[in-house]
């Protein structure tokens, strides 16, 4: 039985790490595929374990850009580290929006909207914004991160926000910000990598400790191999998107959620 529920948890790994980077919705797709796949663990640690697996995936975007984000190099200049602070100035203006909805309606949020037909109905919904946007591009004015703004930055943590309600993505709607805001695609996916460090560190430390850390120990290695396993996947999927983007435009992802949110209505209001 436990061997089963290991390769369960390898198989949302595989998944979160997959979709958290591109704009598909990771929560969304955590949830439906927890739908189907059925852990057979308690809902306090499964809800915790769709969340806290998220740190895997924040652990690739720290390993594949260290040097960018670490303002204590020795070998960068002065102005580099200063361009480096002034990055973290923004990443934590940003956060601010989304992390103060986050936690004061957390507990609402999750009540009322953790569930297969409102993910549903979100991977359609911005499928068709995404669509939208790419047949109407914009002229991007913003190509590095020197010529972002403070004021751009926090209007694109507005868009944060609307990630909170699962199905959303949180990459989707933060590139989706950024690229109304006159960024380029690739300043857009790099910037919601940068802003997801302290998000999803800051979601998941919010959810162990409203667990109260009371897993047993077999509990505990699901997490991690979860984890090490979105960690992982979570490299080749940034490395994927960044070259993509380079060439072509976010159209396809919009009518992958709009395929895979008929799917999902059709199976849950047919089959469960």
Not at 19 to 40: A, C, N, Q, V, Y
Not at 211 to 232: C, H, M, N, Y
């Amino acid at each position: 039985m436990e061997i089963l529920e290991f390769l369960k948890v390898i198989i949302l790994g595989i998944v979160q790490g997959i979709t958290e980077w591109l704009p598909i919705s990771s929560t969304g797709h955590m949830i439906l595929f927890d739908e189907l796949i059925k852990l057979k663990q308690s809902a306090i640690f499964i809800n915790t374990f769709l969340v806290v697996i998220q740190f895997g995936s924040i652990l690739a975007v720290i390993f594949l850009y260290f040097k960018k984000l670490n303002p204590f190099d020795a070998r960068k200049t002065r102005s580099d580290k200063q361009e480096t602070l002034s990055l973290w100035g923004k990443v934590i203006l940003a956060l601010i929006p989304s992390g103060i909805i986050g936690v004061l309606f957390d507990d609402i949020i999750e009540a009322k909207f953790f569930n297969a037909t409102n993910v549903a109905l979100m991977l359609i919904l911005y499928g068709i914004i995404f669509i939208v946007i790419e047949s109407n591009p914009r002229m991007p004015h913003i190509d590095n991160f020197l010529e972002l703004s403070y004021k751009t930055a926090f209007l694109i943590g507005c868009f944060q926000i609307l990630a909170l309600i699962p199905g959303t993505s949180r990459s989707g709607a933060t590139i989706i910000g950024a690229v109304l805001l006159g960024t380029s695609r690739y300043v857009a996916a790099e910037f919601s990598f940068f802003l997801a460090i302290p998000t999803m560190l800051g979601a998941t430390a919010l959810k162990l400790v409203k667990a109260g850390f009371a897993f047993t120990t077999t509990e505990w290695l699901l997490l991690l191999a979860g984890s090490i396993t979105a960690f992982l996947v979570s490299i080749f999927a940034i490395k994927f998107l960044l070259s993509y983007i380079q060439k072509h435009n976010f159209k396809v992802f919009g009518y992958y959620r709009i395929i895979l949110g008929l799917i999902v209505l059709g199976y849950f209001y047919c089959f469960v």
